[in-house]
C-alpha cells in the first residue's frame, strides 16, 4: 500500500503545479484503479483454434474510460509463460517515463508469475488513444481502447452524438504470433503475412466460418454515432469506409480536428481517428469495411478484408447481403490515401488553441530506411544471405540488455551511447531506385540515443527513401509527446523552398504520423516531458528490425521540470547484466 500512497501524493503534487500552468483545469480529475490479467486462452478464428494471450480473455482487450486529467494505476499480473509489457499509447504521462512501457526503453519484461503497477498520468490528452503490449510482437493479441471524455463542465466541440461505438482494426493469425517473431527474426527474411484482419475482434463475411460471428454496429434511424476508431494491426494501413455513408472526422490522436467529411479514411497502425456518421440512409445492412492501403514495392502484404455490418433497425426485409461500397481506392492508391492525410487540420480554436514551436533549436534530418547486415556464412534469408534490417540515418536500433530508463537514472554505462546522429552522414538520392550496393544498405548496429535539453525545440524531418527498393509510407510514432505536424510532401526534402510551405497556422497535433513513401513529412515539438521517450516505426517488423530511436530529455533543474523517481518495484532486468555494476545493485538494495 506504501506504493499506493506514495502514488497518489505524487500526483496531488502533480496537479497542482499542472494548474498552475494551465488555462484548463479540471477540478476534479479522478485516480481509477484497474487490473489486468495476462493469460493464454483458446480462440478460433477460420476454422482454427489457438492458444494466444490475451488481457482478461478478450480479443480486443478491455476498454479503458477516464476523463481529461485523470489519472490511472494499472496492476499488470502476467499470468502468460514470458515477459511483457503494457504502453498507453499517445498518453503523454509528464514526468512519468516509469509508467510508459517499451520493453528495454523504459523497463525490463514483467517477469511471468509476477505483477507490476503503472502509474498513467492523463492531461491534455482528449479523444481516442489505446493500451498495447510493447514487447516482441505480443501487441497483436494484447490490446485495447482508450476513451477520454472531455473534463466535467466541457463538452465536445462538435454536436453532441446520440452513441458511440469503438472499432478495434487488427491482424490475425492463425500461427502463434510468438513463434512467428522467432523464426523470422532468427532467418533474417521478410515476415510471414497475417491470414485475416479483424474489425472488433471478429474478421467477417468475406472469411471462412467467419459469418455468424461478423461485428454488426446496430444503429437507428436519424441518429448520429461517433465512432472511435483504433488501427492496431501488426504491418497495415488501412482504408475504412461503410457503403453509402460518408463519415465526418472530428479527432484523431486524442486531438481534435476541423471536421473533414469523406467517403473514405485512410488509418495507419497506431493512429486513431474520431469519425461521426449520421445513420440517414434507407434502413438497410450496410458492409463496414477495412481494406489495405499497400504502397511497398514487393507483392507483401495480405490482401483481404475485414468487414463489420452496419445494421439499421426496424421494420424491414433484411437483403441477403449488405450493401458493399460502389467505390473503394486501389490499395496502392497513394494520391488518395495522401489527400485524405494531407487534409487534416487542428481545430486552432480558443477552446483548443495551438502553440506550434517558432523559434526551432534543435534540427534533425532523419533518413528512413530499409537496410540489411552481414550474416555468418551469408547464411540468412535476406537479399544475399544478409539480414533484413532497418534504421534512421543508417543507424540500426538494437534493444539494451537493461532499460535506457534505468540505465540512465542510475548512471549505468554501457547499455546505450548518447551520439544518435541529427544528420545522415552521405547524403545521396534518397529517391532514386537504384541504391543497391552494400555502401547505401548496409547499416550500423547499436543502442544509440539523441539527448535533449530541457524546452528545446525540436524540428524533424523524417526522409523517406527507395534503399532496397523498399520504399513505402512509414508510420513514425513518437512516445511522452504530441507533435505538430507542420508539413509533408513528395521527393527529397528541400531545406529553402519546402519551409516556406509549412502550416504553422492550424497543422494536426498527432503522436503517428505516416511518412509518406519516397517523400518527407517535418514534425515539431517542445522538449518540456522529461525521461526516456522511444521513436519508432509502428509497423512491429520494421521496429523489432530497428527503424528505431530513443530520446533522453533532461530535466529542466526544478522539481517540477524533472523526471519523478521509479515507482518502489520495478520488473527485475537480465541479472547478469546487472552484477557487472555493483553500484546499481546497492541503489536497488537501498530503496
Ligand atoms: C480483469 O479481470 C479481473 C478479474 O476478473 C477484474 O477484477 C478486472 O476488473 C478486469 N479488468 C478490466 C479492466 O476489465
Ligand atoms: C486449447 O486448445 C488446445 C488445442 O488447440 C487444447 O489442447 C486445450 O485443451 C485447449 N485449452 C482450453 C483451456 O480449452
Ligand atoms: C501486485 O499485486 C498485489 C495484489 O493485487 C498488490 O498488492 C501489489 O501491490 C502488486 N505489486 C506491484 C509491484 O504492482
Ligand atoms: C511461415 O510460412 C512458411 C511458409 O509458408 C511456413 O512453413 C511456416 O510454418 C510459417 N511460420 C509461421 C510461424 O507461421
Ligand atoms: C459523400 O460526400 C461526397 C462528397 O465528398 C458527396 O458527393 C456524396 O453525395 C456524399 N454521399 C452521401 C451518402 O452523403
Ligand atoms: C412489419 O411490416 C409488415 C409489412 O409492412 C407488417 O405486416 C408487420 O406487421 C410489421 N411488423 C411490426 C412488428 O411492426
Ligand atoms: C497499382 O497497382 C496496379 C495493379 O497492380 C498497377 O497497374 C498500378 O500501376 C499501380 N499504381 C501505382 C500508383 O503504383
Ligand atoms: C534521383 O532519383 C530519381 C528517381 O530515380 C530521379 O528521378 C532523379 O532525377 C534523381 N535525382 C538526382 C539529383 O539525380
Ligand atoms: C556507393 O557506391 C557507388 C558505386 O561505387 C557510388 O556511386 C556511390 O556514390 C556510393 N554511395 C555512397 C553513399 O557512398
Ligand atoms: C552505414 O554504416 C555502415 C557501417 O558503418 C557503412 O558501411 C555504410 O557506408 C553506411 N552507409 C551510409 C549511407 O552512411
Ligand atoms: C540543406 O541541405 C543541404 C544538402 O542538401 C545541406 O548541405 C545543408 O547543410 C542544409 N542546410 C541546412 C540549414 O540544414
Ligand atoms: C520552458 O518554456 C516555458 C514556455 O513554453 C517557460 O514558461 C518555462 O520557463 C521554460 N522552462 C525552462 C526551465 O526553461
Ligand atoms: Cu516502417
Not at 503545479?17 to 493469460?39: I, N, Q, R
Not at 503523454?92 to 507490476?116: A, L
Not at 499497400?294 to 437483403?319: L, V
Request: proline share 8%; aromatic share 12%.
Amino acid at each position: 500500500m506504501k506504493l499506493m500512497n506514495m502514488g497518489l501524493f505524487l500526483h496531488v503534487a502533480g496537479f497542482v503545479v499542472c494548474c498552475g500552468m494551465m488555462l484548463h483545469c479540471a477540478a476534479d480529475s479522478k485516480v481509477h484503479y484497474h487490473e489486468f490479467h495476462l493469460t493464454e486462452s483458446n480462440f478460433t478464428r477460420l476454422c482454427s483454434t489457438k492458444t494466444m494471450l490475451t488481457v482478461n480473455e478478450s480479443f480486443p482487450g478491455p476498454v479503458i474510460r477516464v476523463r481529461k486529467g485523470d489519472t490511472i494505476y494499472v496492476n499488470i499480473h502476467n499470468q502468460g509463460s514470458y515477459g511483457v509489457t503494457i504502453h498507453w499509447h499517445g498518453v503523454k504521462n509528464p514526468r512519468n517515463p516509469w509508467g510508459d512501457g517499451p520493453e528495454y526503453i523504459t523497463q525490463c519484461p514483467i517477469p511471468p508469475g509476477t505483477n507490476f503497477t503503472q502509474e498513467v498520468i492523463f492531461t491534455t490528452e482528449e479523444g481516442t488513444l489505446w493500451w498495447h503490449a510493447h514487447s516482441d510482437w505480443t501487441r497483436a493479441t494484447v490490446h485495447g481502447a482508450i476513451v477520454v471524455l472531455p473534463a466535467l463542465g466541457t463538452t465536445y466541440p462538435f454536436p453532441q452524438p446520440d452513441a458511440e461505438e469503438i472499432i478495434v482494426l487488427a491482424s490475425w493469425y492463425k500461427h502463434d504470433v510468438m513463434e512467428l517473431m522467432t523464426e523470422t527474426l532468427s532467418r533474417g527474411g521478410t515476415a510471414n503475412l497475417s491470414d485475416a484482419f479483424t474489425i472488433n475482434g471478429q474478421p467477417g463475411d468475406l472469411y471462412p466460418c467467419s459469418k455468424e460471428t461478423t461485428y454488426r454496429l446496430m444503429v437507428d434511424y436519424g441518429k448520429t454515432y461517433l465512432l472511435r476508431i483504433v488501427n492496431a494491426a501488426q504491418n497495415q494501413d488501412f482504408f475504412f469506409m461503410i457503403a453509402e455513408h460518408n463519415v465526418t472526422v472530428v479527432g484523431g490522436d486524442a486531438s481534435y480536428f476541423k471536421p473533414l467529411t469523406t467517403p473514405y479514411i485512410m488509418i495507419t497502425p497506431g493512429e486513431t481517428m474520431d469519425v461521426l456518421v449520421t445513420a440517414d440512409q434507407p434502413l438497410g445492412e450496410y458492409y463496414i469495411v477495412a481494406t489495405p492501403y499497400f504502397d511497398g514495392g514487393a507483392d507483401d502484404y495480405d490482401h483481404s478484408t475485414a468487414t463489420a455490418i452496419f445494421e439499421y433497425r426496424g421494420n424491414y426485409t433484411h437483403p441477403s447481403t449488405p450493401s458493399f461500397p460502389y467505390h473503394i481506392p486501389a490499395y496502392n492508391d497513394t494520391v488518395v490515401a495522401s489527400l485524405f492525410t494531407n487534409q487534416i487540420r487542428s481545430l486552432a480554436s480558443p477552446e483548443h488553441p495551438v502553440d506550434v514551436p517558432l523559434d526551432v533549436t534543435t534540427r534533425m534530418y532523419l533518413v528512413v530506411t530499409m537496410n540489411m547486415l552481414p550474416c555468418p556464412n551469408d547464411s540468412c534469408a535476406g537479399p544475399d544471405g544478409y539480414r533484413i534490417a532497418a534504421g534512421l540515418n543508417n543507424k540500426t536500433f538494437e534493444n539494451p540488455k537493461v532499460d535506457i530508463l534505468q540505465a540512465y537514472y542510475w548512471n549505468l554505462s554501457g547499455f546505450y551511447e548518447p551520439n544518435f546522429p541529427d544528420q545522415p552522414l552521405h547524403y545521396f538520392n534518397f529517391t532514386s531506385d537504384d541504391l543497391l550496393s552494400n555502401n547505401v544498405t548496409v547499416s550500423d548496429p547499436g543502442t544509440r540515443v539523441k539527448v535533449l535539453n530541457y524546452n528545446e525545440t525540436v524540428e524533424i524531418v523524417f526522409q523517406g527513401t527507395d534503399v532496397m527498393n523498399s520504399a513505402e509510407n512509414h508510420p513514425i510514432h513518437l512516445h511522452g509527446y504530441k507533435f505538430y505536424v507542420v508539413g509533408r510532401g513528395q521527393g527529397i526534402f528541400n531545406n529553402v523552398t519546402d519551409p516556406k510551405n509549412y502550416n504553422l497556422y492550424d497543422p494536426p497535433e498527432l503522436n503517428t504520423i505516416p511518412i509518406p513513401k519516397d517523400g518527407w513529412a517535418t514534425i515539431r515539438f517542445k522538449a518540456s516531458n522529461p525521461g526516456v521517450w522511444f521513436m519508432h516505426c509502428h509497423f512491429d517488423r520494421h521496429m523489432s528490425w530497428g527503424m528505431d530511436t530513443a530520446f533522453i530529455v533532461k530535466s529542466g533543474g526544478t522539481a517540477e521540470t524533472s523526471m519523478k523517481g521509479p515507482p518502489a518495484y520495478m520488473p527485475p532486468c537480465d541479472l547478469e547484466s546487472f552484477l557487472g555494476s555493483k553500484d546499481s545493485m546497492l541503489l536497488r538494495e537501498d530503496r
